[in-house]
């Protein structure tokens, strides 16, 4: 299992962009039978997916925040980004990155289903 | 308000079963069998439990199993341990527009 390790600011002031790094060890991002996928879940509530996005660029987005977030990867760094504009209270979360494993770990057939292994997590305040 | 709706409590003594349900619509739960359940403990990330219905990922206990009935799933948890105390998320892959949608999540207390 690959280890993923979510980086970022901690606090970000409302109407500026937040911006998330996920840095994946043990395994290649550039794998045809994952996508790599963002998750937040708001103190004390559910999870909430963001959007996930495969080695070549492919990316799917949730309807609700489609509007406002880029999901991008660099392979060469097997790194992920995401960036959140024009953020407000209501996006403080727990910023997740996992692994979108796909069915019958066929990315090319199939679309992702299953978040494993997860990251630790990292707490995003927006606040002034 | 979530997609998919489960109960916000269950409980259960050391041994017995218990099972949660995830309800969904026609759109999601009902029409794909790519449902998930995943278990998180108080300040970790969330595991996978359960994953297409009703697979177990490598290293899942066997007492762990998953099922669905039209729109709604369950997550069947046998001879509850004290360990198993967590909440407990189901979601299901809900076509290519909004690909992922989560339950609310259900809090289990292992009495």
């Known amino acids: 299992q690959p280890q993923l390790q979510e980086s970022g600011p901690g606090l970000v002031k409302p109407s500026e962009t937040l911006s998330l790094m996920c840095t994946v060890s043990?395994?290649?991002?550039?794998?045809?039978?994952?996508?790599w996928g963002w998750i937040r879940q708001t103190p004390g509530k559910g999870l909430e997916w963001i959007g996930s996005?495969?080695?070549?660029?492919?990316?799917y987005y949730s309807p609700s925040l489609k509007s406002r977030v880029t999901i991008s990867v660099d392979t060469s760094k097997n790194q992920l980004s995401l960036k959140l504009t024009s953020v407000t209270a209501a996006d403080t979360a727990v910023y997740y990155c996992?692994?979108?494993?796909?069915?019958?770990?066929?990315?090319?057939?199939?679309?992702?289903?299953?978040?494993?292994?997860w990251g630790q997590g990292t707490l995003l305040t927006v606040s002034s | 308000q979530s997609a998919l709706t489960q109960p916000a409590s269950v409980s259960g003594s050391p041994g017995q079963s218990i099972t949660i349900s995830c309800s969904g619509a026609s759109s999601d739960v009902g029409t794909y069998n790519l449902v998930s359940w995943y278990q998180q403990h108080p300040g970790k990330a969330p595991q996978l439990m359960i994953y297409e219905v009703n697979k177990r990922p490598s290293g899942v206990s066997d007492r762990f199993s998953g099922s669905k009935s039209g729109n709604t799933a369950s997550l069947t948890i046998s001879g509850l341990q004290a360990e198993d105390e967590a909440d407990y998320y189901c979601?299901?892959?809900?076509?290519?527009?909004?690909?992922?949608?989560f339950g609310g999540g259900t809090h289990l207390t292992v009495l």
């Open positions: 043990g395994g290649p991002i550039s794998s045809s039978s994952y996508y």
């Open positions: 996992a692994r979108h494993r796909c069915s019958g770990g066929k990315c090319f057939s199939f679309p992702p289903i299953s978040f494993d292994p």
């Open positions: 996005i495969f080695y070549s660029g492919n990316t």
């Open positions: 979601s299901s892959y809900a076509g290519n527009t909004n690909l992922v949608v």
